[in-house]
């Protein structure tokens, strides 16, 4: 079984401060790791993915996160808070079963932006 | 390019009355998915088709039933729904391992 913890439900930073969501997985196999976004009202689009090439994955709208497997981690990272990012942030782990490639969901950290 | 399209957006239903929530996708994946989207509580699988004709339970199935009905169609039955089931609906697909691709989701309320 796979399972995604994410530290911290809610998340406030000041415009222009550096963004850092948190994202722990467990995984018996070599993960697959994903990181959405989901802006009020909407579904979630997907900002980056790991699929075990470079551990330094670089996503849109300026995101970033970095897989670590020593530390069972993929945190995601923005040097700079901008209004817009304001959201909900969804990690993700990736199994494959009977074909499919199901996704489990950490909870979500809702990241506030402070102007 | 519509992606994943789901309907309605909303809906409200008395207790004890019956629904389908459709979801059609263009891109001509093989897997689709329902979730459910609770506050505090993520995205919880419901089922998954991972391809035409084939589905299989998720974490939380008890309450509903799907039916694959072509491989770009994946509905989501409520037989007789229940206050427990008041959530925000997700239907997505995927191709391999490369993520999922949403649709806009299904608001519903049971009273």
């Known amino acids: 079984a796979q399972s995604v913890t994410q530290l911290g439900s809610h998340v406030s930073v000041s415009e222009g401060a550096l963004v850092l969501l948190r994202c722990n997985y467990s995984s018996s196999v070599p993960p697959y790791l994903f990181w959405y976004v989901q802006y009020p009202n909407q579904g979630l689009q997907l900002l980056l993915k790991?699929?075990?090439?470079?551990?330094l994955v670089k996503g849109i709208n300026g995101f970033e996160a970095e897989f670590k497997k020593s530390e069972t981690s993929f945190h995601l990272t923005k040097p700079s808070a901008h209004m817009s990012d304001a959201a909900e942030y969804f990690c993700a782990v990736s199994s494959s079963g009977a074909g499919s490639y199901q996704l489990t969901f950490g909870k979500g950290t809702k990241l506030s932006v402070i102007p | 390019n519509a992606g994943v399209t789901q309907t309605p957006k909303f809906q409200v239903l008395k207790t004890g009355q019956s629904m389908t929530l459709q979801c059609a996708q263009d891109?001509?994946?093989?897997?689709m998915y329902w979730y459910r989207q609770d506050p505090g509580m993520g995205l919880r699988l419901i089922y998954y088709?991972?391809?035409?004709?084939?589905?299989d339970k998720g974490e939380v199935p008890n309450g509903y039933n799907v039916s694959r009905l072509n491989k770009r169609e994946f509905s989501l039955r409520l037989e007789s729904a229940a206050p427990s089931q008041t959530s925000v609906y997700f239907c997505a697909s995927s191709v391999e391992n490369y993520g999922y691709t949403f649709g806009s989701g299904t608001r519903l309320t049971v009273v």
């Open positions: 790991y699929t075990s090439a470079a551990t």
């Open positions: 891109m001509n994946h093989n897997s």
């Open positions: 088709s991972a391809s035409e004709g084939t589905t």
